[in-house]
Nanobody, 124 residues
Framework: QVQLVESGGGLVQPGGSLRLSCAASGYTFSSYAMGWFRRVPGKERELVAAITLSGRDTYYADSVKGRFTVSRDNAKNTVYLQMNSLKPEDTAVYYC?????????????????WGQGTQVTVSS
């Protein structure tokens, strides 16, 4: 079965950086696009970044554009989210998710498998 396991979260000061990783197993990783979502208590889950199966095309939410970079290593079955210039408003639980498709998609219902999430806290 599909398993997605995130790692790399933690506490970081404003302006700092973190790199999240998501290790995938149980399916052919290179056949599916992937996404990174975040959720803050009391708010809707937000897609922050997505990447196609090849890694050639990406999507970023306006709130993270220029600061976050999504990438993938199909040989390692892993997708990454490099987060730079972090702000307190980036504090959230971050989830990786598998798309139903190989092409870029940004609609939440188009993602069918989710990791357990990793907490990112940006605070001084």
């Amino acid at each position: 079965q599909v398993q997605l396991v995130e790692s790399g979260g933690g506490l970081v000061q404003p302006g700092g950086s973190l790199r999240l990783s998501c290790a995938a197993s149980g399916y052919t990783f290179s056949s599916y696009a992937m996404g990174w979502f975040r959720r803050v208590p009391g708010k809707e889950r937000e897609l922050v970044a997505a990447i196609t199966l090849s890694g050639r095309d990406t999507y970023y939410a306006d709130s993270v554009k220029g600061r976050f970079t999504v990438s993938r290593d199909n040989a390692k079955n892993t997708v990454y989210l490099q987060m730079n210039s972090l702000k307190p408003e980036d504090t959230a639980v971050y989830y990786c998710a598998r798309s139903k498709f190989g092409t870029l998609t940004i609609a939440t219902p188009d993602f069918d498998s989710w990791g357990q999430g990793t907490q990112v806290t940006v605070s001084s």
